[in-house]
């Protein structure tokens, strides 16, 4: 079992810059390939990014692609994801997941655990 907190959430003008955080606990964080997803008002639930259990591959949604970073800090157990130049169409509750196969996925279903969720929103 493993339990994901998400913060850091918030307010921002467009523009403006964001640091998500997802802290983990539970069975070794490092095993798992990680992912965040958003679903905004009325949307179903979206792939943003994700990367491999060791780092060394990523892969971001089109719509985000060179504004957002995703990291994670494995001594840590916490996954990050760096917004920048946010727009107001990032506006959306951001959810971290943890995938137990290998590989990176843009599915949700490929994913077993999940945080609850953290509100960014983003005025113009």
């Known amino acids: 079992q493993v339990q994901l907190v998400e913060s850091g959430g918030g307010l921002v003008q467009a523009g403006g810059s964001l640091r998500l955080s997802c802290a983990a606990s539970?069975?070794?964080?490092?095993?798992?390939?990680m992912g965040w997803f958003r679903q905004g008002p009325g949307n179903e639930r979206e792939f943003v990014a994700a990367?491999?259990?060791?780092?060394?591959?990523?892969s971001y949604a089109d719509s985000v692609k060179g504004r957002f970073t995703i990291s994670r800090d494995k001594a840590k157990n916490t996954l990050y994801l760096q917004m920048n130049s946010l727009k107001p169409e990032d506006t959306a509750v951001y959810y971290c997941?943890?995938?137990?196969?290998?590989?990176?996925?843009?599915?949700?279903?490929?994913?077993?655990?999940w945080g609850q969720g953290t509100q960014v929103t983003v005025s113009s």
């Open positions: 990367i491999s259990w060791s780092s060394s591959s990523t």
């Open positions: 539970g069975r070794t964080f490092s095993s798992y390939a």
């Open positions: 997941a943890a995938k137990i196969l290998a590989g990176l996925s843009q599915y949700v279903n490929d994913y077993r655990y």
